[in-house]
């Protein structure tokens, strides 16, 4: 069976919402929500091609497009391969040319939506931030609440509380602390036992390889409107990743850190490779700043995540 490829965008308005179009109900799939766009004809790049599908079904001019996240998805009737990209500029007011009706949402309302089960990993790559704070684990509970504030203050929205050499106690006050600073503001990422999960009822879980490895074969550990991570470092991992059903992993490291010194480093085009077959959103991390965002987004992460690299 073909695979088609189709161009799709997440559209982002000035004031942070994003559009989404309901499909038609005689379409494959209508009725359900979707992020709009269109099929790539047969030599077509794909940003000509999203431009031209924005223009037809929205009546807007693209002026600022990024890739976001690459899907091959198998429906029982049809093999797609999603491009998506992140419109943050156009010219023009979008409405429905062709009679679809529209709906601009916060990015935390799309999970409030039915969209095709393609788009599930759209939806994610459309809520979280292209930053990933991880907190460093040489400072104490005082230094690091102060840094984790300056960081909120300086706009991180997701953040991963990482203290390996705590006492479970003291980490956990920690956590108690910290869920306080980023209610409201930022998505917060617990690292443990999943027995803890009950006590951190607003918090995410981000899963050691470890982890991942040892829960893997019981599927996803707890429900969907929970964040749930995972840390990769190999294809192994990434198929545990995606068979556990995961909203999203670090992929490390990039290149050599300071905080393991020792392991064996992908490199770039290794990173770009092994992000091609996977379909959930990926932070790329290990020695990576700001600087090499864009750079992350031609490999197809999602952004970067990072210690040093990100700690205000």
């Given at each position: 069976?073909?695979?088609v490829?189709?161009?799709?965008?997440?559209?982002?308005?000035?004031?942070?919402?994003?559009?989404?179009?309901?499909?038609?109900?005689?379409?494959?799939?209508?009725?359900?929500?979707?992020?709009?766009?269109?099929?790539?004809?047969?030599?077509?790049?794909?940003?000509?091609?999203?431009?031209?599908?924005?223009?037809?079904?929205?009546?807007?001019?693209?002026?600022?497009?990024?890739?976001?996240?690459?899907?091959?998805?198998d429906?029982?009737?049809?093999?797609?391969?999603?491009?998506?990209?992140?419109?943050s500029?156009?010219?023009?007011e979008?409405?429905?040319?062709?009679?679809?009706?529209?709906?601009?949402?916060?990015?935390?309302?799309?999970?409030?939506?039915?969209?095709?089960?393609?788009?599930?990993?759209i939806?994610?790559?459309?809520?979280?931030?292209?930053?990933?704070?991880?907190?460093?684990?040489?400072?104490?509970?005082?230094?690091?609440?102060?840094?984790?504030?300056?960081a909120?203050?300086?706009?991180?929205?997701?953040?991963?509380?990482?203290?390996?050499?705590?006492?479970?106690?003291?980490?956990?006050?920690?956590?108690?602390?910290?869920?306080?600073?980023?209610?409201?503001?930022?998505?917060?990422?617990?690292?443990?036992?999943?027995?803890?999960?009950?006590?951190?009822?607003?918090?995410?879980?981000?899963?050691?390889?470890?982890?991942?490895?040892?829960?893997?074969?019981?599927?996803?550990?707890?429900?969907?409107?929970?964040?749930?991570?995972?840390?990769c470092?190999?294809?192994?991992?990434?198929?545990?990743?995606?068979?556990?059903?995961?909203?999203?992993?670090?992929?490390?490291?990039?290149?050599?850190?300071?905080?393991?010194?020792?392991?064996?480093?992908?490199?770039?085009e290794?990173?770009?490779?092994?992000?091609?077959?996977?379909?959930?959103?990926?932070?790329?991390?290990?020695?990576?700043?700001?600087?090499?965002?864009?750079?992350?987004?031609?490999?197809?992460?999602?952004?970067?995540?990072?210690?040093?690299?990100?700690?205000?």
């Open positions: 069976m073909k695979r490829h189709v161009a799709a965008a997440v559209i982002r308005g000035s004031d942070g919402r994003v559009l989404i179009a309901r499909r038609p109900e005689d379409k494959h799939q209508g009725g359900l929500w979707e992020f709009p766009g269109g099929k790539v004809e047969e030599g077509e790049a794909v940003q000509a091609a999203l431009g031209r599908e924005l223009e037809e079904e929205l009546g807007i001019r693209v002026t600022s497009a990024r890739p976001l996240i690459q899907i091959h998805h429906y029982p009737d049809k093999h797609v391969l999603l491009d998506v990209w992140e419109v500029g156009f010219d023009g979008p409405h429905g040319a062709e009679g679809q009706p529209l709906a601009w949402v916060t990015p935390r309302q799309l999970a409030d939506y039915e969209f095709p089960a393609a788009n599930r990993p939806v994610a790559a459309a809520r979280l931030p292209d930053r990933y704070l991880i907190t460093p684990d040489d400072l104490g509970p005082a230094e690091l609440l102060q840094g984790l504030k300056a909120l203050d300086g706009g991180v929205r997701l953040v991963q509380l990482r203290a390996p050499d705590m006492f479970d106690a003291e980490y956990r006050d920690l956590a108690v602390d910290a869920q306080g600073l980023c209610a409201g503001r930022a998505q917060l990422m617990l690292k443990g036992p999943l027995e803890w999960l009950g006590d951190f009822p607003a918090a995410g879980w981000h899963l050691t390889a470890r982890q991942l490895r040892e829960l893997v074969s019981g599927g996803r550990p707890f429900p969907a409107e929970r964040w749930l991570a995972a840390s470092h190999s294809a192994e991992e990434l198929e545990l990743a995606a068979e556990m059903g995961v909203d999203f992993v670090t992929l490390s490291p990039v290149q050599p850190t300071r905080t393991h010194p020792g392991a064996e480093v992908l490199g770039w290794r990173a770009s490779d092994l992000l091609r077959r996977f379909n959930q959103p990926a932070y790329l991390l290990g020695g990576l700043a700001p600087r090499d965002l864009p750079r992350a987004w031609e490999a197809g992460a999602q952004g970067i995540a990072g210690i040093r690299g990100l700690w205000p």
